[in-house]
């Protein structure tokens, strides 16, 4: 029934009853033409989950679901690419099962945002985010950040094991994701790689160099890569 999600936030659920927001109603009412008495999957964002009914204007929630959630924490900082390469990180990252997403400004980024369109990028990354995650089956919305920099990107929990993608590092993936860590912070650059000055704070952040292989991949190709590798090591995809 996962064409038949609809994320509405925990603000908006009170007791048994979810209050659509009017796009999420549109898409229930307009895209899916649903009729009252309709059954449509409920998600929240934050990990829960159930089956509705559809009231023509509110969802009725029934029964509390199983929630589809990432098997292993992965933060994914990635630099800022031109284009829409963004917007394509966020949505492959969200259903490869990222639990957070970071960009962040690099030297080499060619994309340079002001705060007030850094708000509105975000913005828009969050609707591709939570979309991602209907499709997906997910029961979470991965949070996205505003980009910041490299020294914010870095930023994790204890217990995170952070890994610095870089072209020629020696160790492999498989070396540098340890199961069992609380989570794992990725990071990688943008088309041209991570200068020195970067990898050197990468280091002192307590990054491992790890590479994902031989071949030169495009900026948004080596983010998913490195997600889905993770979460192969380490999650929900082995």
């Known amino acids: 029934m996962t ?43 934050a990990g829960n989950a159930w089956t509705a009914i559809f009231t023509g ?12 959630l990432p098997g292993a924490a992965v933060w994914l900082a ?38 007030d369109r850094a708000e509105v990028r975000a913005r828009r990354w969050r609707r591709i985010a939570g979309e991602a995650a209907r ?34 590092a020696g160790a492999s993936l498989a070396e540098a994701v340890r199961p069992g860590a609380a989570g794992f912070l990725a990071v990688l650059g943008p088309e041209g790689g991570l200068t020195d000055l970067e990898v050197r704070a990468c280091l002192d952040a307590g990054c491992r160099l790890a590479s994902l292989g031989p071949r030169v991949l495009r900026a948004e190709t080596a983010a998913v890569a490195a997600a889905a590798l993770i979460q192969h090591l380490a999650g929900d995809l082995g």
């Open 3 to 45: 064409h038949r999600r609809v994320l509405v936030p925990p603000g908006r659920i009170e007791g048994a009853v979810a209050r659509p927001d009017p796009a999420s109603l549109h898409y229930l009412s307009d895209v899916l033409r649903l009729e009252p008495g309709a059954e449509v999957e409920v998600f929240d964002g």
């Open 57 to 68: 204007s509110e969802l009725s929630l029934r029964e509390r679901r199983a929630a589809a």
């Open 78 to 115: 990635f630099a800022l690419s031109r284009g829409d390469k963004g917007d394509w990180i966020v949505q492959k990252g969200t259903e490869l099962g990222a639990t957070r997403l970071v960009p962040w400004q690099a030297e080499r980024s060619v994309v340079r945002l002001e705060p």
């Open 135 to 168: 499709q997906c089956g997910r029961s979470d919305v991965p949070e996205v950040a505003v980009p910041g920099t490299l020294a914010q990107a870095l930023q994790a929990p204890a217990g995170f094991e952070r890994i610095a993608f870089h072209a020629g």
